[in-house]
């Protein structure tokens, strides 16, 4: 069965350094977004992605953060100057449409900024 | 902006028991998720409804529109059940991020 893949599973780095997470959706989806959740909190969501262009981003997503599809088949999230504050996990998840379908979300990256 | 709330938040149950979700919301909403979330944190999702009730093996989910209001319910709960589960509020209007509730953490005892 089809599955959306994340790399690197763990990321360490340190405060004002910038990362780059990885997802690759399932193939003939769409739809991409981007969601984190702090460690003990509610999954919030980030960004959402189509047509190579965002679609719809929340108030955490600010000029810090930036999204690409620079392929194919890869999706990515930059955050350019990390801050203690960005820790947790993100997830990216896909859907084959918007509006009333279900997302496959990926196994997550846990980032750690030291 | 929308507001999902769910309860309880702590369940603890016997293997067999009749399990009960609940979760509600504030805004109008085009569906409602239910998804689950394992101890390593990966999210699998469930149900995706936008009204009347949906079954899936032992799984079932039932929403109310009027009253903004959606269950989840687990027959013959067993030990693998036990797991976080999450509402989520998909909106109206062309938009399309899930705003999620805080989780059920949910424990089947054997």
């Known amino acids: 069965e089809p599955e959306v893949t994340q790399t690197p599973s763990h990321q360490v780095t340190q405060m004002g350094q910038e990362v780059i997470l990885r997802c690759v959706p399932i193939s003939n989806h769409l739809y991409f977004y981007w969601y984190r959740q702090i460690l003990g909190q509610k999954v919030e969501f980030l960004v959402s992605f189509y047509n190579n262009e965002i679609s719809e981003k929340s108030e955490i997503f600010d000029d810090q953060f930036s999204v690409e599809r620079p392929d194919g088949s890869n999706f990515t999230l930059k955050i350019r100057s990390t801050k203690l504050e960005d820790s947790a996990m993100y997830f990216c998840?896909?859907?084959?449409?918007?509006?009333?379908?279900?997302?496959?979300f990926g196994p997550g990256t846990r980032l750690t900024v030291t | 902006k929308n507001e999902v709330e769910q309860s309880p938040q702590n369940l603890t149950a016997q293997e067999g028991e009749f399990i009960t979700i609940n979760c509600s919301y504030s805004v109008g909403i085009s569906a409602l998720h239910w998804l689950q979330q394992h101890p390593g944190g990966g999210i699998v999702s469930l149900f995706m409804l936008s009204s009347g009730k949906k079954k899936h093996g032992r799984l079932i989910a039932t929403i109310n529109i009027q009253e903004k209001h959606s269950s989840l319910h687990i027959t013959a709960s067993h030990p693998r059940d036990s797991a976080v589960y999450i509402c989520a509020a998909e909106p109206g209007g062309g938009a399309d991020g899930l705003t999620f509730g805080k989780g059920t953490h949910l424990i089947i005892q054997p």
């Open positions: 998840a896909s859907s084959r449409r918007t509006y009333r379908m279900e997302q496959y």
